[in-house]
Every structure is written in structure tokens, then in C-alpha cells.
Nanobody, 119 residues
Framework: QVHLVESGGGLVQAGGSLRLFCAAS????????MGWFRRAPGKEREFVAA????????HYADSVKGRFTISRDNAKNMGYLQMNSLKPEDTAVYYC????????????WGQGTQVTVSS
């Protein structure tokens, strides 16, 4: 069982940066892939980024490629999403999730953190 808690969201102007944090409890987190997703008002939840258990392999949605960086520190049971050059369309609730099998099937989810980008 893995429990995830996101933090680091807030209000930022367009062009600014934020770093999101995902704190995980449970000894198995280091063996799980993890991902970040977001849900904008009135829209479906969408994939943002993913990272494998070791941190070597990453994937990004085209909309954030080159601006966002996903990373993790297994020794600290932490995941991160560095977001640069933020745009108003990045406004959403951001969720981290854990994938026990590395197949982009996420069984564990955090409660989300709000990111608002003003123009």
C-alpha cells in the first residue's frame, strides 16, 4: 500500500515556475513507477509525465515537453515535477500517482494540488 500527498501548488504568473512535490509512504514506493496527471476545470484528467522506478526513463505529454521535468528521490520517498515557462492553460489540479507494475496502470493516487497560472 502506498499513500501519496502532493504539495507545492499555488498561484504564479505566466512564464513563471513552480515545483510540485509528491511525498510517498510505504516501503514499496521505490519499486513503483510514478506519474503526474492534471485536471483542468471542465476537462478530463490528462497525463502529464511519468518516470520509471529507477528514474532513468521518463515520458512527457507533448504539451509540457521541454518545459516540465519529472524526477524522484527513492531514498526520500519523494517525487517531483519541476514546471517552467508556465502558461495559463497549465492551470489545473495536479495529481501524482504510483504504478506498481510499470505498465502505465496507476493504482494509487494523491488528493491533488491546485496550480493556477495567471496571464
Amino acid at each position: 500500500q502506498v499513500h501519496l500527498v502532493e504539495s507545492g501548488g499555488g498561484l504564479v504568473q505566466a512564464g513563471g515556475s513552480l515545483r510540485l512535490f509528491c511525498a510517498a509512504s510505504g516501503r514499496t514506493f521505490s519499486s513503483y513507477a510514478m506519474g503526474w496527471f492534471r485536471r483542468a476545470p471542465g476537462k478530463e484528467r490528462e497525463f502529464v509525465a511519468a518516470i520509471n522506478w529507477s528514474g532513468i526513463t521518463t515520458h512527457y505529454a507533448d504539451s509540457v515537453k521541454g518545459r516540465f521535468t519529472i524526477s524522484r528521490d527513492n531514498a526520500k520517498n519523494m517525487g517531483y515535477l519541476q514546471m517552467n515557462s508556465l502558461k495559463p492553460e497549465d492551470t489545473a489540479v495536479y495529481y501524482c500517482a504510483a504504478d506498481p507494475y510499470g505498465g502505465f496502470h496507476y493504482d494509487y493516487w494523491g488528493q491533488g494540488t491546485q496550480v493556477t497560472v495567471s496571464s
